[in-house]
């Protein structure tokens, strides 16, 4: 049991050592793995004339000289001419601001920039002058067989005699050194200017360090037109390299084992601390000047105004586009619409009162003159008829009746009639006849009457009777 859980711990250890060392060395991903790495790229100088010298205050304020006065700066997007006040050729250019920057060329010419304008010293000489170097007030500039130094307050100018300095560089005001023509290396600490041994006849043409104690000094081997490498540790010199490529005019490292150095025919050489190795830019034009900010971020200049800078590639420009903005959709709202409750109106109407509805009848005769008025195609008919008619006969008697008892017949209808004319006959008197005859008038007339009175009572009983019989059925 114990064998088998040791063996699980085993797993589990080895399976987190391998997620581990597996996320250790997985690749760069997202923003990290598209970053280009640094790479050298041609600049646009809009000029033509060669460019000797670049310093760098920063990567977004650089300063170039040149041929004819030229003097250019870049604002980190661009480059732009300014106006030097000169036509003389500019050979050097150091600063210790980007408001305090001195340039120097042929006829003796020493100009300062203020951070508006350049403005010329007048040092007393026309001599050529090929660099110049500054820390906070203190100014040093070398040229041919002349040497000058501003300690903030004064010009101090020496003569060099025949020699000939080409370059000065300094790690401090007491730590200056300077290289030039038959290999001149040359220290000043301040107070003195001490010779030091170059260990070679070569023309040095530029000189940088890291240190007082670790100087660089490249130039060309006459002979050969080759270049020629010195390193100074603050006791001698020796010489790091000899030929392997043209001749290198300018150099400039953030460290020994990372220097760069610029030469004839666009080559950019590189020590790594053991060895040169070239960098073909292409250019075909020589290089003549170098500047740096750190190791990303390095100016070289040459002829036909070449700039180049190495470091990371300047992103693209992205496309404007169309920014579509989406209001936010608003939430509807739902509306409520209180109805008001319907108040219940109940209306109590009376009842109405049945009006008799006219009805076509149909006529139906019956003994004695008599007859009756019921409903044309009513089921009733027969009935309706007979009542009527019986009513109609007792009527109608009752009438004759009554008339008989006025002319003194007991006789009723036709009988009673002819009975009183058959006796005013036989009594021949005229006067019965005529009495007889207004009787028989007014007993007709009483009979009609009677009949019409009869007809209505009829009507009248057969229109209620039907009244009746519709409402309730």
């Known amino acids: 049991m114990f064998a088998k859980t040791k063996i699980k711990l085993g797993i589990i250890v080895a399976a987190v050592i391998v997620a581990v060392s597996m996320a250790m060395v997985a690749p760069m991903t997202g923003a990290e793995a598209a970053v280009a790495p640094p790479q050298w790229c041609t600049m646009d100088s809009g000029t033509t004339n060669a460019l000797t010298n670049v310093w760098a205050a920063s990567p977004t304020d650089v300063f170039a000289v040149g041929e004819e006065g030229t003097i250019l700066h870049y604002n980190g997007n661009s480059w732009s001419q300014m106006d030097s006040g000169t036509t003389s050729d500019l ?34 000489t026309t001599k050529a002058l090929y660099g110049v170097w500054c820390h906070s007030s203190q100014v040093f500039v070398v040229g041919h067989t002349f ?25 401090s005001p007491y730590d200056v050194f300077a290289v030039g023509y038959n290999g001149l290396f040359a220290a000043f600490d301040g107070s003195s200017i001490e010779l030091i041994d170059s260990g070679t006849s070569d023309n040095l043409y530029g000189v940088w360090g890291f240190s007082p104690i670790s100087v660089v000094a490249v130039g ?52 790594d601390g053991s060895k040169l190795s070239s960098i ?29 800078h190495y470091g990371f590639p300047p992103e693209p420009t992205p496309t404007p586009t169309e920014t579509i903005v989406v209001e936010p959709t608003p939430t509807p709202t739902e509306t ?11 209306v109590i109407e009376p009842t109405p009162t049945p009006t008799p509805t006219a009805t076509r009848i149909a006529y139906v005769g019956g003994g004695g003159g008599g007859g009756g008025y019921v409903p044309s195609g009513s089921s009733d008919t027969e009935d309706v008829a007979d009542d009527a008619e019986e ?49 028989v008038s007014w007993w007709v007339l009483g009979a009609i009457t009677a009949e019409a009175l009869g007809l209505v009572a009829v009507s009248y009983l057969l229109a209620r009777r039907m009244v009746q019989r519709r409402w309730y059925k």
């Open 280 to 308: 073909d830019t292409s250019t075909g034009v020589d290089l003549l000047g170098i500047h740096g900010t750190s190791e990303t971020d390095i100016f070289v200049v040459g002829d036909a105004g070449t700039i180049l």
């Open 336 to 346: 409520v619409v209180v109805e008001p409750t319907p108040t219940l109106t109940i």
């Open 220 to 271: 060309e081997v006459a002979a050969g037109e080759v270049a020629i490498v010195i390193y100074y540790d603050g006791r001698e010199c020796e010489t790091l390299m000899i030929g392997e490529t043209a001749v290198i005019y300018d150099v400039w490292g953030d460290s020994i084992s990372n220097m760069f150095g610029v030469a004839d025919g666009g080559i950019i050489v590189h020590y």
């Open 147 to 171: 040497l000058a130094h501003y300690d903030g307050s004064d010009w101090q100018m020496g003569e060099g005699g025949m020699v000939c300095f080409y370059d000065v560089w300094g790690y």
């Open 391 to 439: 009513e109609a006969s007792d009527v109608t008697e009752e009438a004759a009746e009554e008339a008989a008892e006025e002319v003194g017949e007991p006789t009723s209808g036709e009988a009673g009639i002819s009975n009183g004319a058959e006796d005013a006959t036989e009594d021949g008197e005229g006067t019965v006849e005529a009495d007889t005859a207004t009787r």
């Open 91 to 124: 050979h050097g250019i150091w600063g210790s601001s980007s408001t305090d920057v001195y340039a120097v060329g042929i006829n003796g010419v020493v100009l300062h920039y203020d951070g508006s304008s350049w403005n010329a010293i007048d040092l007393g």
